[in-house]
């Protein structure tokens, strides 16, 4: 497990030219909700746990699966200089519906620990004009994280 999840980070550094590890989709999506996790100037428990439930949502993966691609997007995401591979990854394997469903959860991390801070919600509407959200449905998925959250 550990030598896939390596080969996969491996790969975004270096991406190959026939395609890249199988597991590419799974980390670009990690490493953006971790982006959503790293927006607030404190990280609570409770936004990690939302970045671990989104994640368990998006993908079928073990805890120590879990765990090792939360890691790996933290390394991934603190390293990057923009968003564009991680965010033309989810373009290209995702159908907007899915994308939808990864905004909300995005949200719920944003929405974690009970408050919405300004560069969260900069984060939030960058990630998802790169992602192609288009403006209502960015504000649904918005709602939806809110009413899941109690808000």
């Keep these: 497990m550990l030598k896939t999840l390596k080969e996969l980070f491996d790969a975004l550094r270096t991406p190959a030219a026939g395609g890249g ?17 790293r927006a607030d100037a404190e990280m609570s428990d409770a936004e990690r746990d939302a970045v671990i439930a989104g994640l368990r949502d998006k993908f079928h993966l ?9 890691a790996l ?9 923009d968003y564009f591979r991680f965010t033309s990854m989810i373009n ?3 159908d907007m519906p899915q994308k939808l469903r990864m905004v909300e959860h995005m949200w719920r991390v944003a929405y974690a ?12 509407r960058r990630l998802a004009d ?20 109690g808000l």
């Design 113 to 124: 620990d009970g408050v919405l801070s300004a560069h969260e919600n900069h984060v939030m």
């Design 62 to 70: 073990a805890d120590d699966e879990l765990a090792q691609l939360v």
């Design 92 to 94: 290209d394997g995702f």
């Design 21 to 37: 590890a199988p597991h590419q989709l799974e980390l670009a999506t990690a490493v953006m909700l971790v982006e959503v996790m």
């Design 130 to 149: 790169l992602l192609h959200i288009p403006h209502g449905a960015y504000v649904h998925a918005k709602m939806r994280a809110q009413a899941a959250q």
């Design 73 to 81: 997007a933290h390394q991934a995401s603190r390293e990057a200089s």
